[in-house]
């Protein structure tokens, strides 16, 4: 079982994160970054919308869980990166359970850009086919129909409750809580941080490649080649080692972005209000100003 766990939040720079401690000698990562067991555990999984990824990748079984981290040798600190946890009751107390003296790290980011960002990650892949604003108005059926969290682009970024229930349920030591402006702003000493809180040498420098960036694709095709199952993929996949293919895909998704798509600035207002009680709170939560949140 692993003795540390990214707890999210969703756009907030956690494949980026997964990818430097994986690069560390003493950090095992499982190979699937978000197995999603402690949120999912024993469920026949039928999310519904244009993807149904979660449905087959999600980890539900504890034998299944467990096999993830067969490969672990004398690793000092071992985890995995799952963003649903943050959100979910049944994570909190299914990991208080099975791994109760656990470390937990958690990035927060600027509610209402994570929300834009996990619009823009849809319609890079093509999975999104509304506005924006489109997009808010129809969450609530979305949540209704059972569509796969990445769509809850407003409920996700509500983290002040879900802080709250973690700092009830583990000592406060146990955690980490970091925002996704200093991962950007100075993403070494973050990362150097964490590796300390993991008990792991810190001196260790991962190469900084940053991950799973969200935009508008300039060439639709070559993105929808490059996220879905298609023949191409298939008869490339014996050929070309796994860090090949990923390193490769990485590298053309983001020279295929075009420029970066601004939020709307009555669109930002609308949610800044709807997101402001729970900033401040927030706020008081961490011991950290969180205004330029509020702008």
Not at 85 to 107: D, E, G
């Amino acid at each position: 079982m692993p003795n540390f766990l990214i707890i999210g939040a969703a756009k907030a720079g956690t494949s980026s994160l997964y990818s430097y401690l994986k690069q560390h000698p003493q950090i095992y990562m499982s190979p699937i970054k978000e197995p999603r067991f402690f949120a999912l555990e024993g469920e026949t999984l039928d999310f519904q919308g244009l993807a149904q990824g979660i449905n087959r990748r999600s980890v539900t079984q504890i034998e299944d869980y467990c096999r993830l981290f067969q490969g672990v040798t004398n690793e000092i600190a071992i985890g995995e990166a799952s963003t649903l946890y943050l959100h979910s009751q049944k994570a909190i107390a299914r990991i208080k359970h099975y791994i109760p003296k656990v470390k937990l790290i958690a990035i927060l980011r600027d509610p209402a850009e994570r929300a834009f960002s996990s619009y823009l990650h849809l319609v890079r892949d093509g999975y999104e086919t509304l506005s924006f604003a489109e997009g808010l108005d129809a969450e609530e059926r979305r949540i209704k129909e059972k569509w796969q969290p990445l769509w809850y682009y407003k409920q996700r970024g509500f983290y002040a409750d879900w802080i709250k229930q973690y700092f009830a349920a583990f000592e406060r030591e146990q955690i980490k809580i970091y925002l996704y402006d200093d991962l950007v702003a100075d993403t070494n000493a973050v990362v150097k941080d964490i590796y300390q809180f993991l008990g792991v040498d810190d001196d260790f420098t991962p190469e900084l490649t940053r991950e799973n960036v969200s935009g508008i694709p300039k060439n639709k095709l070559l993105q929808t080649i490059l996220t879905k199952e298609n023949l191409i993929k298939s008869a490339l996949k014996p050929l070309l080692p796994k860090k090949l293919r990923h390193s490769l895909n990485r590298s053309i998704t983001q020279k295929n972005l075009g420029k970066k798509t601004i939020l709307d600035p009555d669109i930002r207002e609308k949610l800044i209000d709807m997101y402001k009680p729970d900033i401040i709170q927030l706020q008081t939560i961490l011991g950290r100003d969180l205004a330029k949140w509020m702008k």
